[in-house]
């Protein structure tokens, strides 16, 4: 007489898979162990055709973006288990950029970045150099400054700086009330609003940069400050 039995073997070895991004195409891999059968032996498998067979791994691949893994695990016995893994290499390279700034109108603005290898900035034609680290601001508005970072390996972020354009000073100009006549030969001029004054025509002033210069013309003249 003869009898069969049917029997199952199942293989109780129970690891997760988890990441830890290192740059946009670098990656440490880890099986983390939590219960069951301890592997003795291991191999991961990338989709760029290349495998390892260390826990953990660090592994850089050729391109940014979604990658598959896949990991097979060998227990003393050499029963094996195997599992896969999608590793999003989401990562922005840390660009670190001056801060932001107020100019007056017509003037330019320092800009600098730091962190890339090389760098490009927008809008281009509102600095001295898109492509360098540290370039001129010559804004004709309030406006933002990005810049785009790449290192040697291709990875890339991005940061920005605002440069505001100051108001002028609101002047008030007036004068002393007197005219000029054959005994009073000269005037008292007065000025406000501002830090600095620049009287022209100068020749008639006794000091072209005071706010309340004495001017003494020889005939009709208009005079202003800036």
């Not at 990991?71 to 990562?91: E, F, H, K, P």
């Not at 281009?124 to 390996?153: C, E, H, Q, R």
Request: glycine residues 6%; contains cysteine.
């Amino acid at each position: 007489d003869t009898m069969s039995y049917t029997f199952t073997l199942t293989l109780d070895m129970h690891y997760t898979i988890s990441d830890s991004i290192i740059n946009c195409k670098t990656a440490k891999l880890d099986a983390i162990y939590s219960s069951g059968d301890t592997a003795a032996l291991s191999a991961w498998y990338f989709d760029d055709g290349t495998s390892a067979a260390t826990i953990p791994v660090v592994h850089r691949f050729p391109t940014t973006g979604t990658h598959n893994v896949g990991l097979l695990l060998t227990n003393s016995l050499g029963c094996t288990d195997s599992m896969t893994y999608t590793a999003d290499l989401v990562y922005s390279l840390p660009i670190t950029v001056s801060n932001d700034t107020e100019i007056c109108k017509n003037a330019q603005a320092q800009l600098n970045a730091w962190g890339a290898n090389t760098y490009v900035w927008s809008p281009a034609d509102k600095v001295s150099d898109a492509t360098i680290a540290n370039p001129l601001a010559k804004p004709d508005a309030t406006m933002w400054f990005v810049v785009t970072g790449t290192d040697t390996i291709g990875c890339t972020g991005k940061d920005s700086v605002l440069v505001s354009i100051l108001p002028g000073p609101y002047m008030s100009v007036s004068s002393d009330g007197k005219d000029i006549t054959c005994t009073n030969t000269s005037v008292r001029l007065f000025a406000s609003g501002a830090m600095k004054y620049l009287w022209r025509p100068a020749m008639y002033c006794d000091d072209s940069t005071s706010n309340s210069p004495l001017v003494s013309p020889d005939t009709t003249t208009t005079f202003y400050v800036t």
